[in-house]
């Protein structure tokens, strides 16, 4: 984070996001395995589901089975 925005990187990609996500984005790297509800920060439980596939379609997270 540089204070205004917040940087996911893998494999060459990066992925920009305001400040407020860095909680979530710190927690999403940090993690093997995850649930939407269990990402930290003030985003609404329909931000979470949109976040994480966002990142599945990305190509930063997959789906476990």
Known sequence: ADGTMACLACDQKELWL?????????????????????????????????????LVRDGFLRIAP
């Open 18 to 54: 305001p400040a407020g996500f860095a909680p979530a984005m710190r927690f999403v790297a940090e993690q093997r395995v995850f649930s939407p509800q269990q990402i930290p920060g003030s985003i609404t439980d329909n931000g979470k589901l949109t976040f994480v596939r966002n």
